[in-house]
Each structure stands twice: as structure tokens, then as C-alpha cells.
């Protein structure tokens, strides 16, 4: 169990983080310079909070109010750094003895080479990091965190220093090993792929301050904030504008909303997925609304088309993706006129 | 011929150089720490001799260590004897000139070290103290190594500051450079140029040394 409520003031905003994590892989994800690296370092004790609390299982880590703060070294906290930080003039093995907590040599050369099968480096003992491909400086950073036992991993954007063909493959490796962890682990990243696809649950952390945790499906099936929405790969957004008669106006795009689920009270935007939206040549119903095709993007392997909706306002314009494959998809040209039409189930109302 | 001026020369050079080693490094790690204003003018301060002409440092020497000033004279009381006109005398002249060459390089390594692998030792249970000596310092240590040298060379020829508080005494306080200036000044050409040349293949043995060590340390950077 792992508890964090902290306040840090920093140079450009307010870092105000509060979630708790349960035995998962939890994410915190947000855009570059939330404030995502700035937490790790305050719960591994590299940057002291102004005020708050951390709590790992049993242990107050840092409490403000009874001037707690224990030092890195006694918080058995494992961080996992975006550029590994291996002891570039330690060999393999060395930096695996490096985080060894004993004292006893043969214990310490068994754990060692224990760690060594395990992260399947054997025959690389002997060489420096700079010799190593960036995946098995990865596993020799992952070997020397777990060999230390530590009670909660920390991992800061963990693929970003590596080449891309080789990601798949460290993925697949990392969730083997933090499955085998079974600790807390905090996965930093602004990669919404890697999130779904590695991670129980999401806290969404926006220019500093932590929203309320939530499952990987409810984060990206169902967002409840703007930031979140836009985390998961959202690329239309309208302002909500409520009309007399209980009716609703999505005012960037200049639409009148016809029946429909109610809409929350604190909705103050919708969110709409580029795939949702479809698009015809006729009116096909009293809220499809008309608009012209402003660009076509040729992508592998989708359609991308650029609509500004006729009566749309602020310079609104919508992000719509058909299959490559699709019979009309060859058809959509720039500057034709279409209709556009959203399904009321496919709106997200936002915060 | 009198190999006493060499022999003293090296003996000085070596002295000085093991304490503007250690000096320099403590003073590198600690400074970056302070606050900047404070780090600024600290900052200056030692930076100085490199730049002031060896004989204003050897007159602020002399005003500060001669038998009558304040601090010589109650040094004079504790350990009768001058901190002037002797062989080691000349130490603290070159500690003074060539120490902003050691604190400087080592400021540069310290200050291009990878502050997260001292975080993930950190994190790792290591203590500072075993951070500093088995990381921070064998990763900084080309760098260390080059200022090191450069102390030694500037202490091996330095001459204004070492014959203003040790002057030349033949077999007592000649060094290289002061032999040299006495030689010349009496009209022993031959003998001056054996010292001259003597001279001249050390410090080009130093330099090899620096730039030996700079290849080292290319092929040691990480990829």
C-alpha cells in the first residue's frame, strides 16, 4: 500500500499530488513537465516536498507535521531511471553488487548470479555498460533494483531511451518481471499505449495537480476530465452550451443535441473519438450537420479528413479517421460539402 | 654536476601537488553546493592567483608569513622556526599559484558528473560517503587526474613567489627556475642551458601525460 499526498511548490507551477495505490501497476501520465519525474524523486527522497505525506505499507516515509523525512537510502524505494544510471566504470556484475544490502561476500556472489540468469545476462558479467545494448542496460538497472528488494518500483519513462523496433520486445519483458515483482509500481509515462497495455490503473496528473485515480478501461473508455480525455488520444473537443427547453448546444461545432442520455450537470465540454464521427453525402437525420472538407491526410493505415463545420465557431474543425479500406474512402476530396454526424452514445461529457 | 636544484624542485612540486589534490577537491564539491552569491565571490577569491603575477602573491606571502608579521611571528612561537627562507617555504608559494589550476578542473568534472547516478546509489542504500569515493570520484577521476597534473606543472616552474619567500640558497633552496635566473645572471651560459633543457623535457613529459589522458577519456564516454 502506498500512500502519497504531497505539495511542492516548483518555479513554472504547484505540484499537488494525492493518490494511493494498492498491490498494482499504477500509471501517472501526462503531458512532458507535469510534474511526472518531479513525484517519483519526492517518494524515492531525492527532492523533499514542502509539506504532506508518504506512507509505503507501514513505513511514514516523509510526514511534514512530525518532521519525518527518511533519507533515500532507508525508504527501500527501487527507481528505475529514464537513462538507467548504471556506474558506467562498474562492470555487469559490479552494478548488481552494487545493490546488494548485505554483507556477506558468498551470499552477496549468489544473489548476484541468481539475478544474472534471471535477467538473462549471462556472459555480459564482465563488461562495462557502455558495451551493452540499451535493452540490456535496462535489465542490468532492472537486476541491481530488484536484487535490493525494494518494497515499491519507480519507473521513469522506461523506453524512451531506446530504440523503437526493440520497445515490443522490452515490454513484454517488463511486464513478465513487474508481474513477478508483485509489489506497488509506479509507471511515469506520456505514452498512452504503454499505459493500456501494462498498467491496472491511471492517475492523470495535469500541469501538477493529481486527478482521482481510475482503471486503465474507465481512464480510456470512459474519461471524466479534459486532460484525461485528452491522455487517451481525444482530438475533438466542443464547449457545452445549455438552451433553453432543457436542450444542449455543442458550440464549436454549432449542433443541437436531439434526445439523448441526460447530460451531467457538471459537464462543461464533450469530447468526441476522430472514429466516432461519420460522415455522408446527404442529411441523414436532424443532427447531422453540414461541413466542408478542408484536408486530406493519407496515413498507413487510415483516412485522415479535416471537416470545419459550416456553422461551427471559433475556428472549430474536426478530426475524422476512416478505414483505408473503406468502399467511399477514396471518394472524400478537399473543399467537397458532406454531412457530419455523431452518435449521442459516442459523446464523452467532461468536466 | 649539482642535481640538488631538480631534487628539490620535484620534492616541492610533489608536496604541494598531494595537498592542492585533496584541497582542490573538497573545495570543487563543497562550493557547488552554497548559495550563488556566496559561491561567486569564493569562486573568485580562488581563482585569483591565477591571474595575479607570482610576485603579488609572493609579497601577500611575505606580509602574512614573515617572522615579524602576525601570523608568522605566532607560528614562529609554536614551532620555532621561520616560515620563510627555507626549502618548504617555496610550498606554500606554489600551493597558492598552482591551486585554481586543480580547483577549477575538478569543478568541470564535478559539475559534468550524472547527478542520478548518485541518486540511484541513493535509492540503492549506498551511503554518500561511498557514493563520493567509489562513484563520483572514479567517474570524475580524468578530469581529477588532469588537474592534478597541471597543478604539478605550474608547481614545478614556478619561480616569482618561490624566490621572493625562499629566495636561492645553493643546496638549500635552488630550485630549477631560481638555479636558472642565478646562472644567467652570473654568466654561466652552459650551465643555464643544461637546466633549461632539463626544464623543457618535464614539462613536455607533463603535457604528453594531459594528453594522453584526454583520449582515455574520450573512448571512456558513455554511449
Known amino acids: 500500500m502506498l500512500e502519497v499526498r504531497i505539495v511542492k511548490q516548483l518555479p513554472s507551477f504547484t505540484l499537488d499530488v494525492d493518490f494511493r495505490a494498492d498491490d498494482e501497476i499504477m500509471a501517472l501520465l501526462g503531458s512532458s513537465g507535469c510534474g511526472k519525474s518531479m513525484t517519483l524523486k519526492c517518494i524515492a527522497g531525492i527532492v523533499k516536498p514542502d509539506r504532506g505525506r508518504i506512507v509505503l505499507n507501514d513505513r511514514v516515509l516523509f510526514d511534514s507535521e512530525k518532521n519525518v523525512n527518511l533519507p533515500p537510502q532507508q525508504r527501500r524505494v527501487g527507481y528505475l531511471f529514464q537513462q538507467y544510471a548504471l556506474f558506467p566504470h562498474f562492470t555487469v556484475a559490479q552494478n548488481i553488487a552494487a545493490g546488494y544490502r548485505g554483507r556477506d561476500k558468498a551470499a552477496r556472489s549468489r544473489a548476484v548470479q541468481e539475478k544474472i540468469q534471471a535477467m538473462r545476462l549471462q556472459g555480459l558479467e564482465n563488461d562495462r555498460p557502455n558495451h551493452l545494448s540499451g535493452g540490456q542496460q535496462q535489465r542490468v538497472a532492472l537486476a541491481r533494483i530488484l536484487i535490493n528488494e525494494p518494497e515499491l518500483l519507480l519507473l521513469d519513462e522506461p523506453f524512451t531511451a531506446l530504440d523503437s523496433y526493440l520497445k515490443w520486445q522490452l515490454e513484454m519483458e517488463l511486464a513478465d518481471a513487474l508481474k513477478r515483482f508483485g509489489h506497488e509500481t509506479l509507471f511515469v509515462s506520456h505514452n498512452r499505449d504503454e499505459v493500456y497495455r501494462l498498467c491496472d490503473s491511471v492517475c492523470v496528473l495535469d500541469q501538477g495537480k493529481s486527478q482521482d485515480k481510475q482503471s486503465t478501461q474507465a481512464l480510456f473508455h470512459h474519461p471524466q476530465t479534459y486532460a484525461a480525455c485528452l491522455l487517451s488520444g481525444c482530438k475533438n473537443f466542443s464547449a457545452i452550451r445549455r438552451l433553453d427547453g432543457g436542450r444542449t448546444e455543442l458550440a464549436n461545432w454549432g449542433i443541437v443535441m436531439e434526445g439523448g442520455p441526460p447530460i451531467p450537470e457538471d459537464a462543461a465540454s464533450v469530447g468526441v473519438r476522430s472514429r466516432s464521427i461519420h460522415i455522408s453525402r446527404e442529411k441523414t437525420g436532424e443532427q447531422s450537420f453540414p461541413c466542408r472538407i478542408e484536408r486530406r491526410l493519407d496515413d498507413i493505415s487510415c483516412t485522415v479528413l479535416m471537416l470545419r463545420p459550416v456553422n461551427g465557431r471559433n475556428g472549430a474543425v474536426l478530426r475524422v479517421e476512416i478505414d483505408k479500406d473503406a468502399e467511399q474512402a477514396r471518394d472524400w476530396l478537399p473543399g467537397q460539402s458532406v454531412y457530419a454526424w455523431i452518435a449521442n452514445d459516442q459523446m464523452m461529457f467532461l468536466q | ?223
Request: charged content about 15%; aromatic content about 14%.
Open chain 2, 1 to 223: 654536476m649539482d642535481w640538488y636544484p631538480l631534487y628539490n624542485s620535484l620534492r616541492i612540486a610533489a608536496i604541494s601537488t598531494v595537498v592542492i589534490f585533496f584541497a582542490g577537491i573538497a573545495a570543487a564539491y563543497y562550493i557547488a553546493k552554497i548559495p550563488r552569491l556566496l559561491k561567486g565571490v569564493l569562486d573568485v577569491i580562488l581563482t585569483l592567483p591565477l591571474v595575479l603575477p607570482p610576485t603579488v602573491v609572493g609579497y601577500l606571502l611575505l606580509r602574512l608569513l614573515g617572522p615579524k608579521r602576525v601570523v608568522g611571528a605566532w607560528l614562529y612561537q609554536i614551532f620555532g622556526t621561520k616560515m620563510v627562507m627555507t626549502w618548504w617555504s617555496a610550498i606554500f608559494a606554489t600551493v597558492v599559484v598552482a591551486f585554481p589550476l586543480m580547483y577549477r578542473t575538478a569543478r568541470g568534472a564535478f559539475e559534468a558528473f550524472d547527478e542520478t547516478l548518485a541518486y540511484s546509489g541513493r535509492t540503492l542504500g549506498l551511503s554518500n560517503s561511498w557514493i563520493f569515493w567509489r562513484i563520483r570520484l572514479p567517474v570524475c577521476r580524468q578530469g581529477l587526474t588532469a588537474g592534478a597534473v597541471l597543478a604539478f606543472a605550474r608547481a614545478l616552474g614556478e619561480y616569482g613567489a618561490t624566490s621572493m619567500i625562499a629566495s636561492y640558497t645553493p643546496r638549500k633552496t635552488a630550485t630549477i627556475s631560481t638555479t636558472v635566473y642565478q646562472l644567467w645572471r652570473t654568466n654561466e651560459d652552459a650551465k643555464a642551458m643544461e637546466w633549461v633543457l632539463i626544464n623543457i623535457a618535464i614539462s613536455a613529459v607533463v603535457l604528453l601525460c594531459i594528453n594522453m589522458l584526454e583520449k582515455q577519456e574520450r573512448q571512456w564516454v558513455r554511449q
